[in-house]
């Protein structure tokens, strides 16, 4: 196993040196590859997913040797930690590991033919696609990526580090990632595409399908349930989500739910605070709103918004800039106390008008007295008193679906 060599410095991109020891008889760096191409047109379609193991598990890293030639042996600067590590292909699937470095770059169109656009997510278009091997439909995310002689920005490496750390467990809420490739487009722009399991439809779509009368209680709580349990598992591998919405919840045919879309997530320290905006309006807490310090119950806000949205079928807080949203917040859950009000944040709870709150039942009418007890935890302002996606999981508004199926089964 390769050992890490500690170097100095920082920076937001990673950094290649390639190295060829066989040809130097050296560990030493041979040639610094300034020339942007050279690495791009080489080594990037190739290393792209393997950055993501690194990010996950820089203490245990798996090498494979190619035997063509000699190995290329590549320094990965990341913050003040780097490794050294040998050449990869890209693809997730073994069959297709030993490729040339031409064919790794032609993997994309190679495999999977786009049948139609779907969407778009925080850094690419979405599209339906059709794996040639199999006939399985599959969704690909395209993201064209900005690279100068530094490499791949770093939040491209961070969304598919998130995505390789979680598909290792195979969650049932979360959806599943299949294959990463890499074509070369140009000298400042490689596309890097991203290939998930495809599902039918996203939670927006599959409210507006609802018959007139919404969704059942009973189908609520099974989808909130869900919802949660994913959340629970990405909070307990110290990820947070960031930009929970409807359209970035998928529904399948079976009506299981599966998060989706990481473009905004992060791998975070379990006590390190974050401060970007980076949440769809509707659904962003007042944290994020102020532009105080958040962390993971952000998410959990986001959710209950979503929980208020499945009784309602249409958003819970429809505001048109920040401002107006907190003030549509305020208008029911009340304007916070002065000792709530956070100390690190510019605007002044002044410039709001003093309202009392509202009963939930008034924006939320079908929900019943456990739920109002759990949507109240969820949409609480102060971010520290606000209830985990774990206790929001183990909430009695869930136990109560329990003992209904208990006492039908004894009678």
Partial sequence: MLKPTPVSGSGSKLR??????????????????????????????????YFSAILVNPRHLNTREHKRGHS????????????????LTCSGR??????????????????YEPVAEIGGGAYGTVYKARDKESGQFVALKSVRVQTDQNGLPISTVREVALLRRLEQFDHPNVVRLMDVCATQRSDQETKVTLVFEHVDQDLKTYLEKAPPAGLSPEQVKDMMKQLLCGLVFLHSNCVIHRDLKPENILVTSQGQIKLADFGLARIYSCHMALTPVVVTLWYRPPEVLLQSSYASPVDVWSTGCIFAEMFRRKPLFCGDSEVDQLNKIFDVIGLPSEEEWPSDVTLSRKNFRPVPPRPITDVVPDIDSQGVQLLLKMLTFDPFKRISAVNALDHQYFKDEETTATTETTN
């Fill in 16 to 49: 290649l040196l390639l190295r060829s020891p066989e040809a130097t008889g050296s560990d030493e760096p041979k040639t610094q590859l300034s020339e942007g191409e050279k690495y791009r047109c080489k080594l990037l379609p190739q290393l792209c997913i």
């Fill in 72 to 87: 290329l042996r590549v320094t990965w600067h990341y913050r003040k930690h780097a490794f050294s590590i040998k050449k």
């Fill in 94 to 111: 073994s069959a297709r590991g030993q490729q040339s470095d031409q064919a790794m770059a032609q993997t994309s169109s190679t495999f």
